[in-house]
């Protein structure tokens, strides 16, 4: 268990989970490093697959405790969480609504029985998700991952269509379970040792970061949508790990029309984008596109894991032509995570967090295209909402960025082909204090990274 000696990180009169950081030792303090060490013992290898690589506990820390903005690491170091469990934690840590919902339905019921018999919270879940989407009468496979729902979203494309084929994107990532994994175009490593194992019915088109790439993307899904055997057309409205990329404002709309024609089913993946992360409740909505299957995660549990496969009656119709219940898991409709993610989507739409998520990464962005303007190794600002990404000259940089921030209590990640993007996914409520903050830190670090 973590010491419970951890000495509270200093008040400064902010209120609770909006501080600012306060690193007493630099991370990794002894603390972290002494976890860390435990955990290279034990966990398999994952995180660090390039070749050669050591497993470097100095670039890691452990997370003690965590609350709105704020993550404590075992230390006592307190960190701004731009991270924010990969943007999953829309309204921050401990949030008191899906906190309150969580805790009582604690006290009432876990879960029901998956598929057979389901919870009251299970159904009303359903119905807020279906709520979602943007016409009514919308039904919901409810799901545990982001991976999860595509996999769902996948067999209920080709339940319909009866092709096995797939358009993606490239830079896209939707997951990594085998039906998803062989639709990501996010790195070629990810699939590459698993290939034997994949639908090799895919056809990747690249995706357009501005109006000049755009044609030449619309030629290709044209052309690979020509052969026929395309049942599922699955993108991100915006890129997320690929580098917070929000393309031109004609891309959907013009995929959409393409896949109609060709009969395909127009798969859009708001696992990353939806529930106000982008700047509306869904990024297919700003542009008008009503997806035939739309995909939520992340976000929707508020921290817990459960996603959806969401589509019209019509769509959804196709499942009962399968013998049987072909598709369905234990944990299925969980009642801890259906309470919580219920309480999520009322307290996004109570705060109105997709309009002040536009609002604020607006004024954010250009903070930062003022502060970083001309700052070494700087490309540009890119994203929408709060899905920002800062697009250095290198992965390299990338790295040493992220890991210079952490020094100065800002936890951010890295997106992009090769890790170049930081990638700002903080919860949608956060203030706008503390995005200030970030702004001069990381001017800072870029000239710091500049004179070492
Ligand atoms: C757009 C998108 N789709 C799907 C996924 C997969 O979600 P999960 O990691 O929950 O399986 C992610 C995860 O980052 C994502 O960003």
């Known amino acids: 268990m973590p010491p419970s000696t951890i000495p509270p990180p200093m008040e400064t009169g902010a209120s609770p989970g909006a501080e600012p950081p306060l690193i007493r030792l630099v991370p990794p303090g002894p603390m972290s490093r002494d976890w860390l060490s435990r955990l290279q013992r034990t966990e398999c290898p994952i995180c660090f697959a390039t070749p050669g690589d050591e497993p470097e506990p100095e670039?890691?820390?452990?997370?003690?405790?965590?609350?709105?903005?704020?993550?404590?690491?075992?230390?006592?170091?307190r960190y701004v969480d731009l991270a924010a469990g990969f943007g999953a934690f829309l309204l921050g840590h401990l949030a008191q609504r899906p906190s309150r919902a969580l805790d009582q339905q604690s006290h009432r019921l876990w879960a029901g029985l998956g598929d057979l018999y389901p919870s009251d919270a299970k159904i009303a879940m359903l119905e807020l998700v279906a709520g979602l989407y943007p016409k009514p009468g919308a039904r919901v496979l409810l799901c545990q991952s982001g991976s999860d729902a595509i996999t769902a979203a996948l067999k209920t494309a080709v339940l319909n269509t009866g092709r096995p084929g797939i358009l993606a994107f490239r830079g896209a990532y939707h997951g990594l379970g085998y039906g998803p994994l062989?639709?990501?175009?996010?790195?070629?490593?990810?699939?590459?040792?698993?290939?034997?194992?994949?639908?090799?019915?895919?056809?990747?088109?690249?995706?357009?970061?501005?109006?000049?790439?755009?044609?030449?993307?619309?030629?290709?899904?044209?052309?690979?949508?020509?052969?026929?055997?395309?049942?599922?057309?699955?993108?991100?409205?915006?890129?997320?790990?690929g580098g917070c990329v929000d393309p031109p404002a004609s891309f959907l709309p013009l995929v959409a029309e393409l896949a109609e024609e060709a009969g395909a089913l127009l798969i859009a993946d708001e696992?990353?984008?939806g529930l106000g992360r982008c700047g509306a409740m869904l990024a297919c909505s700003r542009v008008g596109v009503v997806p035939d299957i739309l995909c939520l995660g992340k976000?929707?549990?508020?921290?817990l894991p459960i996603s959806a496969c969401v589509a019209p009656d019509n769509i959804m119709q196709a499942w009962k032509r399968t013998v049987g219940v072909v598709h369905t898991s234990t944990f299925q409709g969980n009642a801890l995570a259906c309470s919580t993610g219920a309480a999520v989507i009322e307290?996004?739409?109570?705060?109105?967090?997709?309009?002040?998520?536009?609002?604020?990464?607006?004024?954010?962005?250009d903070r930062l295209r003022d502060a970083l303007h001309g700052a070494p190794g700087f490309r540009k600002v890119t994203g929408t909402g709060l899905m920002v990404g800062i697009a250095l000259q290198s992965?390299?940089?990338?790295?040493?960025?992220?890991?210079?921030?952490?020094?100065?209590?800002?936890i951010v990640v890295t997106g992009g082909a090769q890790g170049e993007v930081l990638t700002i996914t903080p919860p949608?409520?956060?203030?706008?204090?503390?995005l200030e903050g970030f702004v001069q830190a990381m001017a800072d670090s870029l000239e710091a990274l500049a004179r070492a």
């Open 395 to 410: 992965g390299a940089l990338g790295a040493a960025a992220c890991r210079n921030l952490l020094g100065r209590g800002y």
């Open 182 to 241: 062989a639709a990501c175009g996010y790195k070629s490593s990810f699939r590459d040792p698993f290939l034997a194992q994949l639908n090799p019915h895919v056809a990747f088109a690249p995706y357009p970061a501005d109006q000049k790439e755009l044609s030449a993307s619309l030629d290709a899904a044209r052309s690979a949508l020509a052969a026929g055997s395309i049942g599922a057309v699955v993108v991100e409205p915006v890129l997320g790990r």
């Open 347 to 365: 307290a996004v739409r109570a705060g109105n967090l997709a309009e002040r998520a536009d609002e604020v990464g607006r004024d954010f962005m």
């Open 271 to 273: 696992i990353w984008t």
């Open 299 to 303: 976000g929707l549990g508020g921290g």
């Open 428 to 434: 949608l409520t956060i203030g706008e204090d503390l």
């Open 59 to 77: 670039l890691s820390i452990v997370y003690s405790a965590a609350h709105g903005c704020n993550v404590i690491d075992l230390d006592g170091n």
